[in-house]
């Protein structure tokens, strides 16, 4: 099984609310990624977590909140968010021995903040 | 820094035509080189991941080869179909970091029925 899921495939949200979006996997990778990805652009890097410790950060604004609950599991809170934040938000896992092997990403949940 | 360069942008071409798709990167020094394809608002499918060490790797009517001297990878799509239609993204990872990828921006393949 290479599938990587995510919920929810859409989501809408007003700039004073809070959301949250969910990523599984069953691959036994111990490396799991947030990636954000604008209209004709490759994805952006957000966070990555190994064996469910923060291990990047890259610079996202506080009001992304990343979780890693277990090992097949990955959350981001979502607080305050500004509409420029409207996007593709993927997820990815990967191993972490052997250079953190090949990424297998998720379908993704498409995010308008109104 | 390393950079990823996708030519052309956008392709279109016939069906059952043969094709190449181009990624050209500026250090050679890679860990490894992932092709990816992403339909429309959808998230990206990983095809075929490439090491260092290989010079290609092929998954039924995809070919991927890597040219390390030259800066350059190419993705060869055999008798094309319109259910290839789709951009096409490479990605590298270099030996300085174990999460980072560098991203190309993609080439956008249409095949016409």
């Known amino acids: 099984d290479t599938e990587v899921t995510q919920t929810p495939k859409h989501l809408v949200m007003g700039m004073t609310n809070k959301k949250s979006l969910k990523c599984e996997q069953h691959m036994g990778h111990r490396a799991m990624y947030w990636y954000k990805q604008k209209a004709k652009k490759p994805p952006e890097l957000m966070f990555v977590y190994s064996y469910e410790k923060l291990s990047i950060n890259e610079s996202v604004p506080s009001r992304f909140s990343p979780e890693c609950p277990n090992s097949s599991l990955l959350n981001l809170h979502l607080h305050a968010l500004q509409p420029e934040d409207s996007a593709l938000y993927l997820c990815?896992?990967?191993?972490?021995?052997?250079?953190?092997?090949?990424?297998?990403f998720g379908p993704g949940t498409r995010l308008t903040v109104t | 820094k390393q950079e990823v360069t996708q030519i052309p942008a956008a392709l279109s071409v016939p069906e059952g035509e043969n094709l190449v798709l181009n990624c050209s990167f500026t250090?050679?020094?890679?860990?490894?080189l992932q092709w990816f394809r992403q339909d429309p608002g959808k998230g990206l499918t990983s095809l075929l991941l490439i090491q260092s060490s290989q010079r290609e790797q092929t998954s039924g009517r995809l070919n991927a080869s890597l040219d390390k001297s030259s800066g350059r990878s190419t993705l060869y799509i055999a008798a094309s179909q319109p259910g290839d239609s789709a951009t096409y993204l490479c990605?590298?990872?270099?030996?300085?970091?174990?999460?980072?990828?560098?991203w190309g921006a993609g080439t956008k393949l249409i095949i016409k029925p």
């Open positions: 250090d050679s020094a890679i860990y490894n």
């Open positions: 990605a590298v990872k270099g030996w300085d970091s174990n999460y980072q990828l560098i």
């Open positions: 990815a896992s990967s191993q972490v021995d052997q250079g953190y092997g090949e990424q297998y």
